[in-house]
């Protein structure tokens, strides 16, 4: 079997995204969100900053994009590897709560950086969303037959609750940016997420054993 590998143009776009999403965030990290303009971020990728607006409308998204890069891919993965035997909604559910469950000592220090910035709040909050495509995807993988449009409902649904679930940790836990020894609230955005997921449970499950035409 064969599979699509991403051309040479594709390889090159994604290969500046990412210079510019760990310079972004190295930046942040050293002088403070609000001390970081696109011209800095843009020099230390060693592009333009013409080339960086192609990328990023802003420079809350690619500190931001540094942290959540990877985790719409992530998600899907996660539902498509989980046994058959696993209902659906306990493969959605398991697999969104994981990606906010222990993010490590470097993930933790960015999410204290988010925390502490309005704007990054702001921008955090919004991308949660971007788990819907990979995630219909990965639903009608894992049901077959499923209507697509079925499964781009059911995924926009789980998209909407984590952005709520998100919002109100990110409101409980802001902080000011001069607050120090800040530690984030262990666990509390797992089970909060959990929490905001579980009314979609049935509707899960429903929609993976409903008779197929």
Do not use: H
């Not at 995204?17 to 972004?24: G, M």
């Not at 333009?48 to 990328?55: D, E, G, I």
């Not at 690619?62 to 909604?89: F, W, Y």
């Not at 666990?187 to 905001?196: F, H, K």
């Amino acid at each position: 079997m064969t599979t699509n590998r991403p051309g040479l143009r594709e390889r090159k776009k994604e290969a500046t995204r990412q210079a510019l999403r760990a310079a972004a965030l190295r930046l942040a990290l050293e002088r403070g969100p609000e001390n970081v303009r696109v011209d800095d971020i843009a020099e230390a990728a060693g592009v333009s900053p013409r080339t960086y607006n192609n990328y990023f409308a802003s420079r809350e998204q690619a500190i931001v994009a540094a942290v959540t890069a990877e985790r719409a891919s992530r998600v899907a993965a996660a539902v498509a590897a989980r046994p058959a035997d696993v209902g659906l909604a306990d493969a959605v559910i398991d697999a969104v709560v994981g990606e906010y469950t222990d993010p490590g000592d470097d993930a933790r220090d960015a999410l204290l950086m988010i925390t502490a910035s309005s704007a990054l709040r702001a921008c955090y909050a919004d991308t949660v969303t971007t788990m819907e495509g990979p995630l219909a995807e990965a639903i009608a993988q894992r049901c077959r037959g499923m209507d697509p449009l079925t499964a781009q409902v059911l995924s926009a649904g789980v998209g909407a609750a984590a952005k709520v679930a998100l919002q109100r940790w990110l409101r409980s836990t802001a902080v000011p940016a001069s607050t120090s020894g800040l530690v984030a609230p262990s666990g509390s955005l797992p089970n909060l997420m959990r929490i905001a997921l579980m009314p979609l449970a049935p509707a899960l499950d429903a929609a993976a054993t409903r008779p197929r035409p």
